[in-house]
């Protein structure tokens, strides 16, 4: 994904619950939070101290919203 495309779209996305994988498999879960032009910020609010991931853009393989409905 280009930078500037994922930027956008984590901007759309900021706080709700996403779930990306990245280019070295590894899968993440959380709702969106920080956003800059390298990395997204996901908060895990299950625990109790909102322990925080960040990932860089380039890393990203793919995004799915999860729908809480």
Do not use: C, P, W
């Amino acid at each position: 994904m280009a930078g500037q495309h994922t930027e956008n779209l984590f901007r759309r996305y900021k706080g709700q619950l996403v779930v990306i994988k990245t280019t070295s498999a590894g899968i993440y879960k959380g709702r969106v939070g920080e956003i800059t032009n390298d990395y997204v910020a996901l908060t895990d609010r299950e625990t109790e101290d909102e322990t925080q991931t960040f990932v860089f853009f380039h890393a990203i393989e793919s995004v799915v919203l999860v729908d809480v409905t």
